[in-house]
């Protein structure tokens, strides 16, 4: 039996399968049973900061496997202890603390609970179009309707308390207004939704600083230094949802830092561990953290795990010895460029919004094709043409964003050879 054949008669599929077999992947690039060759311009989901086969990764992981692995978190390790002052090195100041776990949503989960508790309950404020994860609190935070919200059968799961305020999506503002003359309005809404839907106590505001499952959305400037003080005036926390974003995706090492805006928790995973092992962290201000110590409120069997914890040491020593958040933010630069050149040439692409190395490209319809159609069409057109790309599209959000967050070592020829790509599968669509 083929390998398609038995994932398909297997395995649960609940994520959409493109019907191909990867069977090995070296820097940028991956390779299917055929030996075909596809750019990686997703990062399997921005995971790979370090793109796939680096040999110093995998050295370091062979000697970690040798010297320990199983070890839960009731226990320390110098890996574990190594990676917490390293963590609080990099990050923001004024985070201290920190907590390591499996996946961003359980990091997510971690943050929305310590909020609960630290502020005594209250409820947590999220925006539509922003994902967080997909386990219990991190899908209710989500508001980008995915089918946990949707279907009334399983939506029963989600706990109460969660409010979702107006995105400050710009090409797609709520509120009809116009970049630079908006007022933020945004802003002013979710005051509103803090008043109104808060009651007498809000636990936080979590949000990712730029939307990336959403559709890549960036924030006009101000609105983040804006919602820091709507929280400190009103008593919340605020959460930033930092596991795309993070370790360097953006051009920073965090995205947060573009504005100078410090929330007092953050959560990161995905490119931590550079995907090599599953990792994630939830970093937090030092009262925070002192508050959470010694609760049994949450955690799993491979938290803290020496494996998880080698592999994100080796990745942060590796992106700051080839300086790879600064070639995140110059690639990136030059990347976005290059899309600014598509959108002159192509009256179907609308938008093309990012920062470093996370860039969307906002589609739309013409008389003669629906955008839906169309972006689905683009999307298998670049993969037939050996690129790999993420393709966020729901009727519900009324958007169609082609997502690239490709790995920290993408280069400029890498840039040239996808954006060739992308200009021969849309002309190839629009025929």
């Known amino acids: 039996m083929k390998t398609i054949e038995k994932d398909k008669k297997y395995l649960i599929q609940c994520y959409t399968t493109d019907d191909i077999v990867f069977t090995r992947g070296k820097g940028m690039y991956m390779y299917d049973e055929s030996g075909k060759k596809y750019l990686d311009f997703s990062g399997q989901f921005s995971a790979c900061t370090l793109g796939h086969g680096n040999e110093e990764m995998i050295e370091a992981l062979k000697e970690q496997l040798e010297k320990l692995v199983s070890v839960t978190s009731c226990f320390a390790t110098e890996e574990r202890a190594a990676l917490a002052e390293k963590m609080i090195e990099i990050s923001p100041e004024g985070l201290d603390k920190v907590m390591f776990g499996c996946t961003g949503s359980d990091a997510n989960e971690f943050a929305l609970k310590t909020a609960k508790y630290y502020r005594g309950g209250g409820r947590v404020i999220s925006f539509r179009r922003g994902f967080h994860g997909s386990t219990a609190g991190a899908a209710a935070a989500t508001g980008k309707s995915e089918m946990i919200q949707e279907n009334s059968g399983i939506s029963e799961l989600l706990p109460r308390g969660f409010v979702h305020s107006a995105p400050p999506y710009c090409y ?23 008043l109104h839907e808060g009651g007498d106590r809000i636990a936080a505001v979590i949000s990712e600083p730029i939307f990336a499952a959403g559709g890549v959305i960036v924030p006009p400037k101000g609105f983040w230094k804006g919602v820091r003080e709507l929280c400190d005036k009103y008593g919340a926390l605020l959460i930033f949802d930092e596991v795309v974003t993070g370790i360097g995706q953006t051009g920073s090492m965090f995205a947060c830092q573009y504005e100078g805006v410090t ?40 938290s803290c795990y ?50 470093g190395l996370l860039q969307g490209i906002e589609i739309e319809g013409s008389p003669n094709a629906d955008k839906y159609v169309l972006g689905q069409e683009f999307y298998e057109t670049m993969l037939e043409n050996g690129l790999i790309t993420e393709l966020e599209s729901r009727k519900n959000l009324e958007n169609v964003v082609v997502v690239m967050h490709p790995a920290l070592i993408t280069s400029r020829e890498n840039v040239d050879e996808a954006v060739e790509i992308i200009d021969k599968s849309l002309k190839t669509c629009l025929k």
């Open 263 to 302: 929330p007092d928790i953050l959560v990161t995973g995905k490119g931590l561990t550079s995907g090599y092992v599953p990792g994630s962290a939830v970093l937090c201000r030092r009262e925070i953290g002192e508050a959470m110590s010694k609760i049994s409120l949450h955690g799993h069997t491979h």
């Open 306 to 355: 020496p494996l998880t914890c080698r592999s994100a040491l080796k990745n942060l020593e590796i992106i700051e010895r080839e300086h790879l958040v600064d070639n995140s933010r110059e690639t990136g630069d030059y990347l976005h460029e290059k899309l600014l050149v598509l959108k002159e040439k192509y009256d179907v692409i609308k938008d093309v919004r990012g920062r």
């Open 172 to 194: 797609h503002c709520d509120f009809g207004k116009e970049p630079g003359t908006c007022g933020l309005q945004c802003l002013k809404y979710l005051e509103q939704t803090m």
